[in-house]
């Protein structure tokens, strides 16, 4: 069974600018979740579809992120503007039924 | 409020030594538990999980946990650790039952194995 794909793996910007990651969950996966995780520090839920739903966005920044997943399959987190604080590692996971999440290998962002 | 606490952020044993990584956690309810795994680069595996039954629980590649609830942790252990262990493990805490599980990390617990 292939597991949660994430493209690109290392992205490297400028401040101000935006971009976009892409994840494609494991099939079958109703659930999506999207992590950052910042060194040092355990991931931290931003955003979780379920189907092509938002469940929980509390703690998405909206006034920079976004985030859409409109076939209910693969999804996609933008940033736009870009700030120096935004530099981690960003994670996709899903899961089926909502309880055990596999992630996928992440997308480290560095943001100059 | 919710948390997950990790006491130990750098541990470093002899190859062959046993493991212990401490966890503890706040939750208003019985929670589901976890621990994953992270090599550099690599994103997260899960080891093992708690959802109900039998407090000790075994995992993959030789790793158990005990959830206690008197102390509230999960603990993670492994009689005899391998070179190839080195990497970061995280302890996290979700909900029980529901269809949604929002989990809430703890912070990690870097492991580094000497010869």
């Known amino acids: 069974e292939a597991g949660v794909a994430q493209s690109p793996r290392y992205k490297i910007i400028e401040k101000r600018q935006s971009v976009a990651f892409w994840c494609n969950p494991i099939?079958?996966?109703?659930?999506l979740y999207w992590y950052q995780q910042i060194l040092g520090q355990g991931p931290k839920l931003l955003i979780q579809f379920q189907n092509n739903g938002v469940v929980d966005d509390s703690q998405l920044p909206k006034d920079r992120f976004s985030a859409e997943r409109l076939k209910g399959v693969d999804s996609t987190l933008k940033i736009q503007p870009a700030k120096l604080e935004d530099s981690a590692v960003y994670l996709c996971?899903?899961?089926?039924?909502?309880?055990?999440?596999?992630f996928g290998p992440g997308t480290r962002l560095t943001v100059l | 409020a919710q948390s997950v606490t990790q006491p130990d952020i750098h541990i470093t044993v002899s190859e062959g030594a046993s493991l212990e990584l401490r966890c503890n956690y706040s939750y208003g309810a019985t929670p589901y538990l976890f621990w994953y795994v992270q090599s550099p680069g690599q994103g997260l595996q899960l080891l093992l999980k708690y959802f109900s039954g039998d407090t000790l629980v075994q995992g993959i590649k030789g790793f158990e946990a005990e959830f206690k609830r008197s102390q509230s942790s999960f603990n993670l252990r492994k009689p005899s650790v391998h070179w190839s262990d080195a990497a970061e493990y995280f302890c996290a805490v979700g909900p029980l039952g529901g269809g949604y599980n929002k989990l809430i990390f703890g912070a990690g617990t870097r492991l580094a194995v000497h010869p």
């Open positions: 996971a899903s899961s089926f039924g909502g309880d055990t999440q596999y």
């Open positions: 099939s079958g996966h109703a659930t």
